[in-house]
């Protein structure tokens, strides 16, 4: 069967010059932190990859700090900048890895709402701040609906507050123009594999000057804020894969965006399919809300029938849950959970989303009669 | 065939599964979210809630190659079994959940769902047969006496069992199928048998009912209805119970006594000795039928416990009532308990014990 593989926001493949630039590192001996030659080679092979990928997004080479991915820099930037005592004003859209940090702080994170579409306003997080607030996190673009948040509108508020600003651009940075020091970011988190890079890798970018309490102890290999050995080979697939998603960012926008256009005529033709990828937003996902389903009934009937796609939102002991995501743009519990997320990649094809679009009526049709309350 | 196997993280509905796939079917797995917090019966439980029985049924979907989910029934699960579990030891009955859910979520509403998505049939792990004679599905007891599990589908109906497969049903014991299942590299080869009630994973069925109906002190009474010991509360006990009674006075005649009959309206249990327990006739109500009622009288097998031995019995059926006349008598028939009757080998029909007679 010929199966598309639109889950490229979970996961995107690495292409083979991405393995390639790693497959030489792997069988080197060393390691980047020793003095003796094996050592030094290993180190300078880390710090080419460090200011390839510092020079992509428009960040200082001593900015970097390699982590192990998306999830892990996202702590770090929290807890790092909360520090013991310090509230932290997040959105109510953020993925898990920055929501759940109300988990171990509590009452010391303050949510900011979003409106319909799910974007965060300077108002809402202007009424969030408190006077413990230290710093102020909203993402650039949803894990789930791929709209883009107001980072101006972030930073702006910020600094007028005095306070840290931190984004997570996991699923933005490879498909939307990221610029790390135009930005005016203190705090950013990105991840290799969304982008075409290893899992297993990440980074926190962190302004020159901005403080970072670290979250774990060791030897410190990270700028004194991240410790443990850093694993070249990955940072190495790490810098060419986001070399080459910058290098393409143009003319794949372009390319992406009339896949979305096109899946989006097709979503609909179909009733009750709602978009709610609109407006500004990641040319790289198209998100809808299917009603009178169960997503994973569709996800279900879609993988039967070839098409690997997701709800894009968690899944708690693999039952799916309503998304938190939507429930804060003001959707109901069923429309939360019967959300679908399509995410597209540099290898996806116009074929890709015909194939989808043969098997998503009958899916959805199916989906619905399956379903009652 | 389009096939939804029912997964529950046992060695049983793996092997299942994997007999499918190589039948070349399309088989997809599901596991089935029972437990409205499955972290809860994380250490120590063996039922079919748990986390870990979930990670068990995927790792067996994974090694065999395809799809898996897991489908959230909790509510239904805690509304039609755990509350009915609940009512009817509020009653003074004794149920059968197994049979229950069965009945009202496995061969009801995970069936009606998977037959919504375009699947033909639902596998399960039982050990039972189905045999198809003509337009009819028959329902039979497996081809090996101790393993057989067809009790506990006796509330099937024809509609249930045209789209109902058992693998399992021809296998001589279950060290087969553990052979089996480690051949096929499936992890859970070595997993022990869950004999728990799946919501109730420390198997304190006594504690979890003082829990969900609470304690309520009252007298054990003899058949005279002089006061012979105190329990905690009537729910706790089932009719033909011998242990854990406790009685203060002796009995006259030394004997061991056994619980008679519970009545929750007073709140008393009433023991004697073990003859007092005989029964003749059963009358049972809400009857099911594998292929359609018989009305009899009719000459067939009656069981009322999933290995209780099957006795000779004439089956009448009147309206929505089951009389079960036994050839001779027996002890322990519960009220709440299912009565299964077969015809030889095969199951025709079932019913909710009502009430009995000597």
């Given amino acids: 069967m010929l199966r598309a593989y639109l889950d490229h926001a979970a996961s995107s493949p690495m292409s083979a010059s991405v393995v390639e630039a790693m497959a030489v590192v792997w069988q080197r001996a060393g390691n980047p932190s020793s003095l003796h030659t094996a050592g030094r080679g290993l180190r300078r092979i880390l710090e080419q990859a460090r200011e ?83 710093c102020l996190s909203v993402m650039w673009a949803n894990n789930e609906t791929g709209v883009l948040e107001p980072v ?165 002991a693999g039952v799916h849950q309503p998304s938190e995501v939507l429930l804060a743009m003001g959707r109901t519990a069923a429309e939360a959970a019967a959300g679908l997320r399509f995410s597209f990649g540099p290898t996806t094809t116009a074929a890709d989303v015909e194939t989808l679009l043969a098997v998503l009526p009958s899916a959805v049709e199916r989906a619905r009669s399956a379903f009652r309350e | ?166 693998p399992l049903g021809t296998d001589g014991s279950k060290a087969d199928v553990r052979a089996e299942a480690a051949t096929r590299g499936l992890l859970v080869a070595k997993k022990p048998d869950s004999h728990d009630i799946c919501f109730i994973p420390t198997g304190d069925t006594s504690g979890f009912l003082h829990d969900r109906l609470g304690r309520r002190a009252g007298d054990i009474l003899d058949a005279r209805g002089e006061v012979v010991g105190a329990h905690a509360g009537a729910h706790q006990f089932t009719v033909g119970q011998r242990h854990g009674l406790n009685l203060s006075v002796p009995a006259a005649d030394g004997r061991p006594r056994y619980v008679l009959a519970v009545s929750p309206a007073t709140n008393s249990v009433t023991v004697g000795p073990k003859e007092a327990l005989a029964v003749r006739v059963i009358e049972g109500i809400r009857p099911t039928w594998t292929q359609g009622m018989v009305a009899g009288p009719w000459r067939g097998l009656a069981q009322w416990r999933a290995h209780s031995e099957p006795m000779a019995a004439t089956i009448e059926t009147a309206g929505d009532t089951v009389r079960v006349t036994l050839d001779a008598p027996a002890h322990g028939i519960a009220p709440g308990q299912a009565v299964v009757h077969y015809d030889g080998e095969r199951v025709v029909g079932s019913a909710t014990i009502a009430r009995t007679y000597r």
């Fill in chain 1, 52 to 134: 390839s990928i510092a020079a992509d997004l428009g960040a200082r080479p001593s900015e970097v700090v390699f982590c192990s991915g998306g999830t892990e820099a996202n702590n770090l930037a929290l807890l790092g900048a909360a520090g013991p005592d310090g509230g932290l004003v997040v959105s109510a859209v953020e993925h898990p890895s920055v929501a759940r940090v109300r988990d171990v702080l509590g009452s010391r994170v303050v949510v900011a709402p979003v409106d319909a579409e799910g974007r965060v306003d300077a108002a809402s997080l202007r009424s969030a701040l408190t006077g413990g607030t230290r």
């Fill in chain 1, 152 to 316: 101006d509108e972030l930073v702006e508020v910020a600094r007028s507050a005095g306070v840290i600003s931190h984004s997570d651009a996991v699923q933005a940075v490879g498909h939307v123009p990221v610029d790390f020091a135009a930005s005016g970011l203190d705090l950013l988190s990105l991840s290799a594999h969304k982008l075409g890079g290893p899992v297993g890798i990440g980074a926190l970018v962190v302004r020159r000057g901005v403080s970072v309490v670290p979250t774990g102890f060791g030897g410190g290999q990270e700028s004194r804020v991240r410790s443990g050995t850093v694993p070249v080979a990955l940072a190495v697939g790490f810098a060419a894969a986001l070399r080459d998603a910058v290098a393409r960012l143009d003319t794949e926008a372009l390319r992406l965006t009339a896949l979305g256009d096109r899946l989006i005529a097709g979503v609909r033709g179909i009733p009750e399919v709602r978009v709610n990828t609109v407006g500004a937003a990641s040319p790289a996902i198209v998100h809808v809300t299917v009603r009178g389903t169960r997503a994973d009934d569709v996800l279900l009937l879609l993988d039967a029938g070839g098409i690997d796609c997701s709800t894009g939102s968690a899944c708690a």
């Fill in chain 2, 1 to 166: 065939m389009r096939i939804l196997a029912a997964m529950s993280g046992g060695v049983d509905s793996a092997v299942a599964a994997a007999r499918l796939v190589d039948a070349g079917h399309d088989v997809t797995g599901v596991h089935l979210a029972l437990s409205k917090n499955p972290e809860s019966y994380r250490s120590g439980a063996r039922g079919c809630c748990s986390l870990e029985d979930s990670h068990d049924a995927r790792r067996a979907a994974d090694v065999l190659g395809i799809p898996f989910y897991v489908w959230d029934f909790a509510e239904r699960f805690a509304a039609e079994v755990v509350e009915d579990f609940l009512a009817e030891y509020a009653a003074g009955r004794t149920p059968n959940p197994c049979l229950r859910c069965n009945e009202k979520i496995k061969f009801a509403a995970v069936l009606e769902r998977g037959l919504a998505l375009g699947f033909d049939a639902l596998a399960t792990g039982h050990y039972a047969l189905t045999h198809r004679v003509g337009e009819e599905v028959q329902l039979h007891r497996a081809a090996e006496p101790r393993k057989d599990q067809s009790y506990v589908l006796g509330v099937l109906d024809q509609q249930q069992l045209r789209h109902s497969v058992f």
